[in-house]
């Protein structure tokens, strides 16, 4: 795909994830927002996947550990032929297959549920070992958020991935500096977080996580033997609607109608 | 004596030999592998066997990862580390997503652990593992039961806890022994009681009727080796023909076996009941039978509770 269907596609998502969350009167658009370009690049460029065989066994996987970016997921899943589209007007509501957080036995596509903070690398660690120990070729990817980062099991995992040399595990942070009480920073500080994964052991890869060329190029290429890739996604939450970006308040809360309208508008409406 | 020979031991070795007749199985723990015995398996089967190190909560993620790729994973460590620490990540990596097929082996259950004390003694697992919904929990009563437990647990497609005491434990069931999750066995039976016990309790009841026969009491012995999916009819069996019904655990009474058989009746068929087990306290230093004394879980105690309730 060029760079303006790239781009194209990212729009659609964001539009999605504006009405879904509208209509659903809660959810969490900042970091669904933030991880758009990740999951357009993952989705249509990068994963060996098979849309209308959800769980073919040589795909590659994707666990979306900061699970609460999934409105974003689910219409990237959708767009990409996993579900019918008219689906994503129903997250949140009771019998939904799009539930609040991913949950895998309800959405084709979801290759683990997730949501509760911290749990899905781990989950991740356990499939990149799956896969060496059945000599499967299959990749997998995680993203996780950078608030996510201050649960201790994430430094377990980083801890395993390492330890186990999965070089078939690539960790995608989110790294939108900001979570539900304020910044990083001020909340609890992750440090120097190229710094502290280099001395992990782990490849880094410190990127701009809105630009296709990089994301893409980045994503593709093959872990060096034996090595983890950790790729700094440097993002903006709430990244394309003016109001959202970097703003802390819209970590949780649902755009009313006008806010909708404001925010379809600036994505660009009908394409 | 009675022959004795540590449940833990038996794990160990069913599981290696398990390992032996389906490679998909693959064993993991967390830096306690010579305690829970899952050290068999890593000689016998070195690249089906990860050791997390002391990290509970990715213990249970990496079991779930794997499970996830097509593997049966047995995780391993302390009741009071993988039930208790790791509670969240049970629930929400193992069971929530599609009851994943991860067998949860916890050892140094109760307080039998000993010297090491109360912050390791876990009173509490049975009532947290069987509150989750898809798991299955077994407790079984010695070295023969534990071996059956395990294969029959890589049976069963889906989540299975299976809780494992520290000490040697005399053998009170042979080879020929059915064992079937969710059936419990009737060890012995009686008239005017009926004893619903498990895990090491079960040989403290089968004590406590041979004496109270001497005194021409006639007591049944059930032995609970599953919690859960807990076996309704047998419960309901006994108290109808009884009338008069103890359970007895290593357990906190609050959540164990004692609500589990108390939930039955009361919906079903309301009897006079006792429950032995920890009386919502922590446990203590000292040694395992100081221990079972100290908190009343002796055969003596048990004749104490059936004379009360006759």
Not at chain 1, 35 to 41: C, F, G, Y
Not at chain 1, 181 to 200: H, K, Q, Y
Not at chain 1, 247 to 261: M, Y
Request: glycine fraction near 10%; charged fraction near 25%.
């Amino acid at each position: 795909m060029n760079l303006k269907e790239l781009q194209d596609i990212s729009k659609i998502v964001r539009q999605d994830i504006i009405k879904m969350i509208g209509k659903a009167g809660s959810g969490h658009p900042g970091g669904s927002l933030s991880i758009v370009e990740i999951l357009v690049s993952l989705y249509y460029e990068v994963m060996n996947i098979k849309p209308e065989d959800p769980r073919w066994e040589d795909r590659d996987r994707l666990v979306l550990s900061k699970g609460h970016g999934c409105p974003a997921l689910y219409s990237v899943l959708a767009r990409r032929g996993y579900f019918d589209t008219d689906e994503l007007a129903t997250l949140r509501r009771l019998g939904s297959i799009l539930q609040g957080h991913p949950d895998m036995k309800k959405t084709p596509g979801i290759d683990a549920s997730t949501g509760s903070l911290g749990q899905g690398l781990s989950v991740a660690v356990g499939m990149a070992l799956g896969a060496k120990l059945k000599r499967k070729g299959y990749r997998v990817f995680c993203i996780i958020g950078d608030g996510e980062m201050q649960e201790g099991q994430i430094w377990e995992a980083l801890m395993a991935s390492i330890h186990y040399k999965l070089d078939n595990l690539t960790i995608i942070l989110d790294h939108n500096k900001l979570q539900i009480d304020g910044p990083n920073d001020t909340v609890m500080s992750l440090g120097n977080i190229n710094d502290r994964m280099t001395a992990f052991g782990f490849d880094v890869y410190d990127v701009d996580g809105h630009d296709f060329d990089v994301l893409i190029k980045t994503l593709r290429s093959e872990n060096n033997a034996g090595r983890p890739k950790f790729i700094i996604a440097n993002t903006v939450k709430g990244k394309g609607v003016s109001f959202m970006e970097n703003q802390v308040g819209w970590h949780g809360k649902a755009p009313n109608a006008e806010e909708v309208n404001k925010a379809l508008m600036e994505l660009g409406g009908e394409i | 004596m009675e022959n004795m020979k540590s449940p833990r031991l038996a794990y160990g070795e069913a599981l290696a030999e398990l390992g032996e007749k389906n490679e998909k199985v693959v064993a993991l723990d967390a830096d306690l592998a010579h305690a829970t015995q899952t050290a068999i398996f890593a000689e016998r089967f070195k690249s089906r066997f990860f050791n997390v190190g002391i990290a509970e909560q990715n213990l249970m993620g990496v079991a779930a990862g794997l499970a996830l790729s097509g593997f049966i994973p047995f995780a391993s460590t302390f009741a009071i580390f993988g039930a208790g620490r790791a509670f969240e990540q049970i629930r929400n990596t193992i069971c929530y997503p599609n009851a994943l097929n991860v067998k949860i082996v916890l050892t140094h259950a109760g307080i039998t652990v000993g010297e090491d004390g109360g912050s390791h003694q876990a009173v509490e697992d049975i009532s947290l593992m069987r509150s989750l919904p898809g798991m299955t929990v077994l407790v079984p009563c010695d070295a023969i039961e534990t071996k059956k437990a395990v294969f029959a647990a890589s049976n069963i497609d889906g989540p299975v806890y299976i809780r494992i005491a520290r000490p040697v434990a005399p053998i009170i069931t042979n080879e020929d022994h059915n064992f079937e999750p969710g059936r419990a066995n009737v060890m012995r039976k009686g008239s005017d009681v009926a004893i619903f016990a498990t895990g090491l309790m079960v040989a403290k009841a089968l004590e406590a009727a041979a004496e109270l026969e001497k005194e021409g009491i006639s007591a049944s012995v059930v032995n609970v080796h599953t919690i859960k999916p807990l076996d309704a009819e047998t419960v309901l069996k006994e108290a109808a023909r009884t009338k008069k019904v103890i359970t007895v655990e290593e357990h906190s009474v609050i959540g164990g076996l004692g609500s589990a058989v108390a939930e039955i009746l009361i919906e079903n068929m309301p009897v006079r009941m006792k429950r032995i087990g920890i009386s919502d306290v922590f446990g203590q230093s000292g040694t395992p039978d100081e221990l079972l004394e100290y908190y009343g879980l002796t055969g003596e105690n048990i004749i104490k509770a059936v004379k009360d309730i006759l």
